[in-house]
């Protein structure tokens, strides 16, 4: 299955009740991820926006940094996030991301079923 760039999915939404709109490009659709996860987007965060906190019971989300930098509340930690960097939250844990720097940060997220 090749699914082309220009038939993915794209949206801008505030997510998790974080500060301003996050931009969403989705890898795979619903379909194509055969019920074994529920996500699976390529993000951007613009400066001074945020994913805010929320929990993950029987899921786990990893969030991949491709560029930028940004700031992980990790289950009551802070952690700043660089390039390469893997975020991973689940089994009731909660987390956020916001972007404290003054340029775009951009990560891929997939949200993992059990």
Do not use: W
Not at 66 to 72: M, Y
């Amino acid at each position: 299955m090749v699914t082309r760039l220009e038939d993915r999915v794209e949206r801008d939404q505030c997510v998790r009740n974080g500060n301003g709109l996050v931009h969403f490009k989705d890898i795979a659709n619903q379909d194509e991820l055969y019920n074994h996860a529920r996500l699976f987007s390529h993000l951007v965060i613009e400066p001074g926006r945020s994913i805010g906190e929320h929990t993950h019971e029987h899921e786990t989300e990893f969030f991949y940094i491709l560029k930028g930098e940004g700031l992980f509340h990790d289950n009551g930690t802070d952690v700043t996030v660089y390039p390469g960097d893997v975020c991973a939250t689940g089994y009731g844990a909660s987390h956020s991301l916001e972007n404290v720097s003054d340029k775009p940060l951009e990560l891929v997220a997939l949200i993992m079923l059990e």
